[in-house]
């Protein structure tokens, strides 16, 4: 925050974030993910924030018919990305019964009720919900009057108008095939987001093979669309989150097409060999 009178409200932030960890986090019991996934097929009343994010990441289900699916989670905590034994590639037995599990479909949301119709199935918003954090934060250092912020919560960059000079911030995109802190280009940001997703930042080499924790839903490996990073700059950071996510798991070709449905959606595309292409950039 630039305004140095209004600094304690980024312990307000933290505070925000924590909250929302503990209604939406698949880990924590308690949390509305948590009672949903071990509800067994029962209704189970949630927060009305973990209702519009769940309705937001089944619109972006439907939109990619389940290439990006909330109820990932049986699959995702197969490869279990993260932990200390995360160098294990599952059996293909395991992997198909976990994709089996895999269908948005079965979330039935009757008012503030929510039904996983299939036990075995398990919601993971993980796709989605560091951007809609992103918003919320945003949304309330607005209502706090902060006219200039820039967040960063780590793949997800949040900017709130500009530099108090009134020029934009300068956001530096990694280049994925070199280490930590060299950029692979720089973007000019005000009052919009821009969130990375990448190979790069949870991955495992076995067998001189790369598994990043990108899932594909339909194969249940890591997806291997060709691209290496794909960035979303969008107003929205929920919109960017899960993006980002769906044209990495896509593709160029099948991103740039989807992307025609987001016109004021800009996108940076580096492929595996290492072009790097632009989207809706005038």
């Known amino acids: 925050l630039y305004d140095e009178s209004k600094k304690t409200l980024l312990d307000q932030c933290m505070e925000l974030a924590s909250h929302y960890e503990n209604l939406l986090s698949p880990n924590i019991p308690g949390s509305d993910i948590w009672n949903i996934n071990h509800s067994n097929g029962s209704p189970v009343r949630v927060d009305a924030d973990t209702l519009s994010l769940l309705e937001n990441a089944l ?11 909330p109820t990932i989670g049986a699959l995702s905590m197969l490869w279990n990305f993260g932990s200390d034994n995360e160098e294990i590639i ?26 996983l119709t299939d036990p075995g199935a398990q919601i993971d918003l993980g796709f989605i919900a560091k951007g ?13 009057n902060v006219s200039s912020a820039l967040l960063n919560l780590g793949g997800n960059g949040v900017a709130v108008g500009s530099k108090p000079d009134g020029s934009p911030f300068q956001i530096g995109i990694r280049d994925p095939f070199k280490g930590n802190g060299t950029p692979a280009l720089v973007l000019d940001l005000s009052d919009k987001s821009v969130v990375s997703s990448g190979n790069y930042e949870r991955f495992f080499i076995k067998d001189g093979k ?23 700059i969008s107003s929205s950071s929920t919109d960017a989150d899960a993006l980002s996510t769906l044209c990495y798991i896509l593709g160029y070709e099948k991103a740039v097409s989807v992307l ?15 072009n790097i292409q632009y989207v809706n950039f005038n």
Do not use: C, W
């Open 59 to 69: 619109l972006y289900a439907q939109l990619s018919e389940g290439l990006t699916d």
């Open 90 to 115: 599952p059996d293909k037995e395991q992997i198909e019964e976990a994709v089996s599990h895999v269908d948005y479909q079965s979330v039935l949301i009757n008012g503030s009720l929510v039904t």
């Open 132 to 144: 809609f954090i992103g918003d919320k934060m945003k949304e309330f250092l607005l209502s706090q």
């Open 210 to 232: 790369r598994y990043h924790h990108i899932l594909s839903p339909k194969t249940g490996y890591p997806a291997e669309g060709g691209l290496v990073q794909t960035t979303i």
């Open 260 to 274: 025609e449905n987001f016109p004021d959606v800009q996108a940076v595309f580096v492929t595996e060999d290492g």
